[in-house]
């Protein structure tokens, strides 16, 4: 039963617990039962977040604000942005599979390549289960990765994007700023996951501590140093000129990491990550 709107926040932090702590699907797959995540911190963007059409002028007409992706969903009932709240929240990587990457030079580690196909599975999972969740409680939610419409385009300033960034809307919602390699830079730092769901329920909208500074989070980009996470890549996907080379990043997953994880532990997905650790900002905010 849904909760008075004072605990409204706590009941869906509850939903998301629940669901780490009690599905099997929240699994590495090792011969040793272990979970795939650090349990999952959730925050609140407002639907009418300017953020979200200024994101969609950036990236691209394809871009979806969280008022279009949940008209797909709801064709018969759209809502106006006023009335939707964004739940975003992040999946951290255990301790165990970061120890593991750090160890790693070229090419993830069999924890790393497990949670990036076992651990998205859930994650995925936990997406439809947070929207079904809600909507049978009167709420009705969406989860816009799960959407038949999610894919990638052409974003004439970014290259190949997806027309619903987790990511970016973990920012928005006070989630983390982005770093040098593009990755999000969260409390619980950049070896993480993320997920959201759309939904039309009042809830309060979170604290984005640093305003609109995308970046603020990153060493290089506070105060010139660091650049770890350029040293940790393989391929010379990252550099403090030009930061990341999509392009470079992803022949490098396709060509290498993404047959030898499939060959060696029997994993899909596109794994790689090794520059997610063993720097700064592995598990916190380095500032
Ligand atoms: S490793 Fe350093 S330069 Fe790279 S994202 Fe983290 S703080 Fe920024
Ligand atoms: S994911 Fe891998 S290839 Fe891409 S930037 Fe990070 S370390 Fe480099």
Same mark, same amino acid.
């Given at each position: 039963?849904? %909760?008075?709107?004072?605990?409204?926040?706590?009941?869906?932090? $509850?939903?998301?617990? =629940? @669901?780490?702590?009690? &599905?099997?699907?929240?699994? #590495?797959?090792?011969?040793?039962?272990?979970?795939? *995540?650090?349990?999952?911190? #959730?925050?609140?963007?407002? $639907?009418?977040?300017?953020? @979200?059409?200024?994101?969609?002028?950036?990236?691209?007409?394809?871009?979806?604000?969280? =008022?279009?992706?949940?008209?797909?969903?709801?064709?018969?009932? %759209?809502?106006?942005?006023?009335? #939707?709240?964004?739940?975003?929240?992040?999946?951290?990587?255990?301790?165990?599979?970061?120890?593991?990457?750090?160890?790693?030079?070229?090419?993830?580690?069999?924890?790393?390549?497990?949670?990036?196909?076992?651990?998205?599975?859930?994650?995925?999972? #936990?997406?439809?289960?947070?929207?079904?969740?809600?909507?049978?409680?009167?709420?009705?939610?969406?989860?816009?990765?799960?959407?038949?419409?999610?894919?990638?385009r052409q974003s004439e300033r970014f290259g190949l994007a &997806?027309?619903?960034?987790?990511?970016?809307?973990?920012?928005?919602? $006070?989630?983390?700023? @982005?770093?040098?390699?593009? $990755?999000?830079?969260?409390? *619980?730092?950049?070896?993480?996951?993320?997920? &959201?769901?759309?939904?039309?329920?009042?809830?309060?909208? &979170?604290?984005?501590?640093?305003?609109?500074?995308?970046?603020?989070?990153?060493? *290089?980009?506070?105060?010139?140093?660091?650049?770890?996470?350029?040293?940790?890549?393989?391929?010379?996907?990252?550099?403090?000129?030009?930061?990341?080379?999509?392009?470079?990043?992803?022949?490098?997953?396709?060509?290498?990491?993404?047959?030898?994880?499939?060959?060696?532990?029997?994993?899909?997905?596109?794994?790689?990550?090794?520059?997610?650790?063993?720097?700064?900002?592995?598990?916190?905010?380095p500032l």
């Open positions: 039963m849904t %909760p008075p709107p004072e605990q409204k926040l706590a009941w869906v932090q $509850g939903i998301l617990r =629940e @669901f780490w702590q009690d &599905s099997p699907a929240n699994s #590495l797959h090792l011969p040793q039962e272990e979970k795939a *995540w650090d349990w999952p911190r #959730l925050a609140v963007a407002a $639907g009418n977040d300017p953020w @979200f059409a200024r994101l969609k002028a950036m990236i691209g007409p394809f871009y979806w604000t969280p =008022e279009e992706a949940f008209a797909l969903a709801f064709p018969e009932a %759209p809502a106006a942005p006023a009335e #939707l709240s964004v739940i975003s929240y992040v999946l951290p990587q255990t301790a165990a599979t970061r120890r593991d990457q750090a160890r790693e030079q070229d090419l993830p580690a069999e924890r790393w390549a497990r949670s990036r196909f076992f651990g998205e599975q859930f994650n995925c999972a #936990l997406r439809l289960h947070l929207a079904e969740t809600l909507t049978a409680e009167g709420h009705p939610a969406v989860a816009p990765e799960r959407l038949p419409g999610f894919d990638y &997806s027309n619903w960034s987790e990511r970016h809307t973990a920012f928005v919602a $006070g989630l983390g700023t @982005f770093g040098l390699s593009d $990755g999000l830079i969260t409390p *619980w730092g950049k070896a993480v996951r993320f997920g &959201s769901v759309v939904t039309k329920m009042a809830l309060p909208a &979170s604290p984005r501590p640093y305003g609109d500074d995308h970046q603020a989070w990153c060493l *290089w980009y506070a105060r010139g140093t660091c650049g770890a996470c350029a040293r940790r890549c393989p391929a010379d996907a990252i550099t403090t000129a030009q930061g990341h080379d999509k392009p470079r990043c992803h022949a490098y997953i396709r060509e290498v990491t993404t047959p030898y994880t499939t060959a060696t532990f029997g994993t899909g997905a596109t794994p790689c990550g090794l520059c997610q650790v063993k720097i700064p900002c592995e598990a916190r905010v």
